[in-house]
């Protein structure tokens, strides 16, 4: 028969059946259980004209079954297809990155994204809270980390291209932060939906908004910066006095406390070298450390990081270019730079995420540029992301082993608004999510078929969107 409501992403097994349930409360009718004959990552969904059973083999994928269960009833005006659906993920982790620091949002705007995501079956929200253009996350004993750090003067308007004495400004301040007690929050309503929270802090580069509310984090203390009101890469990084090693161990063990998932993002990203060579001090500390070139200090970085951390019962996740130094040995990758990178992290044997920038970047323009809002560049169309080959080079089965899941991107450097994340987010999230899930493939013509059924969905949740060419 054919398929009468368009999941996405879609379950491994759907048998449709003739009749409806007729219910007007769905929500409080449907039996829900779990039971241990059930793998611990699978549910079963079954609806009759008698009523709806859940069952699961643990609370994550109770989570599952409930978030496939709130496709279907959305819109059902109270008759509902009868339906056998047994479901699980092929990836245990299938993430959303969202970035808060280059445009703040509030708490109930990131709970809006959390609950489209969980719509989906994504799992994991990765928090970028801390970079140049702004901190967003409280920290005790760091007042001026909020009361600075988390507030830049204003923002650029347009492209940051061409000669620099052309680019405008929007002369307005932008900023914000959340407490710890609004983070708690944040992570309990998210768990509620079945999404663990993955907190980010950039390390030891794009720092220059802690080190504009403290010039000791700096390596010129003298040299007073402010918070970054341009995008791109900025040069000042942390220092490597006691002050910051003290700093980063009050920063991480408090975020740690704040997020009880099992890891915490360091960054590690686009780190420039040209303070450290130009430092005494960064000179200094090569020969205690016995060091002998200067890109091995962003290795004592990550060390610590981890070493920090691991007391807290935590492992780290940075962006691949940690690979460039020493790295602890349970290290979790996220491949960004190439799809080619996937090869040379995991055969080095550290667990890896697919993020690349070629298809899992939400910042590219979804179609030509002059009839789209303003993004950072590049192409990545919906259907670029159903079809995309994450992995370009062939890997071994003990490689692919490694591979724990997959993760779209939005930095928000041209997301001003949340209403723009959510035009920039759908509907390739969607696609995203189907992929993340390891759905029974398809065509395109077919996913987008069931994807035009599935986005009066997202008008129901009230989430903006690009409409399908």
């Not at 993955?198 to 720092?207: N, T």
Request: aromatic share 10%.
């Amino acid at each position: 028969m054919p398929d009468p409501l368009a999941l996405v992403p879609y379950p491994q097994s759907v048998i449709w059946s003739d009749g409806t349930w007729e219910t007007s409360s769905p929500w409080d009718e449907i039996s829900v259980g779990i039971t241990e004959d059930l793998p611990r990552t699978e549910y079963a969904l079954s609806i009759s004209p008698t009523g709806a059973n859940l069952t699961a083999g643990s609370e994550a994928a109770l989570a599952d079954g409930r978030n496939t269960f709130a496709q279907i009833v959305t819109g059902s005006e109270g008759s509902i297809p009868c339906v056998t659906i047994s479901d699980y993920p092929q990836h245990a982790w299938r993430g959303m990155h969202l970035d808060v620091s280059r445009h703040f949002f509030a708490v109930a705007e990131v709970e809006t994204l959390i609950d489209a995501m969980a719509l989906h079956r994504l799992n994991v929200l990765h928090l970028h809270l801390t970079d140049d253009q702004g901190w967003r996350v409280e920290i005790k004993g760091y007042p001026k980390l909020t009361e600075i750090g988390a507030w830049r003067e204003q923002s650029l308007i347009g492209h940051m291209s061409g000669e620099e004495s052309a680019w405008e400004f929007d002369g307005t301040p932008h900023g914000g932060f959340y407490t710890q007690e609004e983070l708690r929050g944040l992570v309990e309503y998210a768990r509620r939906r079945g999404i663990m929270i993955i907190p980010e802090v950039d390390l030891p580069g794009h720092m220059q908004a802690a080190i504009a509310a403290y010039p000791t984090l700096g390596n010129f203390p003298d040299q007073r910066v402010g918070v970054r009101e341009v995008w791109g890469i900025s040069d000042h990084v942390l220092g490597v006095s006691d002050e910051v090693f003290d700093f980063l161990r009050d920063v991480l063990t408090q975020v740690a406390d704040i997020f009880p998932a099992p890891y915490v993002h360091i960054g590690g990203d686009e780190c420039p070298r040209v303070e450290w060579e130009r430092s005494s001090a960064a000179r200094t500390r090569m020969n205690e450390w016995g060091l002998t070139r200067v890109s091995e200090i962003q290795g004592r970085f990550t060390q610590f990081a981890a070493d920090v951390l691991s007391e807290a019962g935590k492992r780290i996740i940075a962006w691949d270019e940690v690979l460039e130094s020493h790295l602890p040995d349970d290290t979790v990758i996220m491949n960004w730079r190439h799809g080619n990178g996937l090869k040379s992290a995991t055969g080095r044997g550290f667990r890896t995420i697919i993020a690349n920038n070629e298809h899992t970047y939400f910042d590219h323009y979804q179609a030509d540029p002059k009839g789209e809002p303003l993004a950072i560049g590049g192409l990545t169309t919906v259907k670029d992301v159903y079809t995309a080959s994450f992995t370009p080079q062939k890997l071994d089965e003990d490689q692919q082993k490694l591979l724990i899941g997959l993760q779209g991107q939005l930095w928000t450097e041209y997301m001003p608004t949340a209403e723009q994340v959510q035009y920039m987010a759908f509907p390739r999230m969607c696609a995203l999510a189907e992929r993340a899930w390891g759905s029974p493939e398809q065509s395109w013509d077919e996913f987008e078929e069931r994807l035009r059924a599935h986005l009066p969905r997202l008008d129901a949740f009230g989430i903006r969107y690009r409409p399908l060419d």
